[in-house]
């Protein structure tokens, strides 16, 4: 009996010190996963300073880089324009409505990155009614395509030059 008991003592006593030697190699894993969310807070931290530093407006901001994707963005709508009219003159209904949700998501883009410089200029609510006059379903395409022509020439945030550079005459 005394022989049963010190056996049991031994395998008790093998069996926690195995058991301390598992917890003491997962001790390193547990430090490394409480780690883990300060360094992914501290990376994203790191990603919003990066962001806010740079501060890249996309066709929002200004000089010529923002200009030409204003431009772009209208070379997109007219685009959308013409695939909507096509889709239509075929009788395709349904991918007509889809390309105009195009062209309605297009002229919100477009809306987007003009509006602080046409305020600026004094722009804003002449540009604002024409870029709602292409977001009408019902007006025809002729005169959708006389709007994008003055949008293209009339407005100093979507001409291809800035307005300093303009020709003398």
């Known amino acids: 009996m005394l022989i049963q008991i010190q056996k049991l003592k031994l395998d008790l006593e093998s069996g926690l010190l195995e058991m301390d030697q598992i917890l003491r190699a ?41 200009r030409c994707q204003r431009r772009l963005l209208l070379v997109d709508v007219e685009r959308r324009l013409m695939e909507f009219q096509h889709y239509r003159d075929n009788g395709m209904e349904e991918e007509a409505l889809c390309k105009f949700g195009l062209v309605l998501y297009t002229l919100d883009r477009l809306c987007k990155a003009v509006e602080s410089h046409a305020k600026e200029t004094g722009e804003w609510l002449s540009l604002r009614e024409d870029i709602f006059d292409l977001a009408k379903l019902d007006m025809g395409m002729p005169d959708k395509l006389i709007v994008v022509s003055r949008l293209k020439w009339m407005y100093s945030c979507l001409l291809p030059y800035s307005s300093s550079r303009l020709p003398r005459l």
Request: glycine content about 10%.
């Open 26 to 66: 997962n001790a390193i894993n547990f430090a490394v996963l409480a780690a883990l969310p300060a360094f992914g807070l501290s990376l994203l931290l790191l990603v919003f300073v990066r962001t806010w530093a740079l501060r890249d407006h996309g066709a929002e901001g200004r000089g010529n880089i923002a």
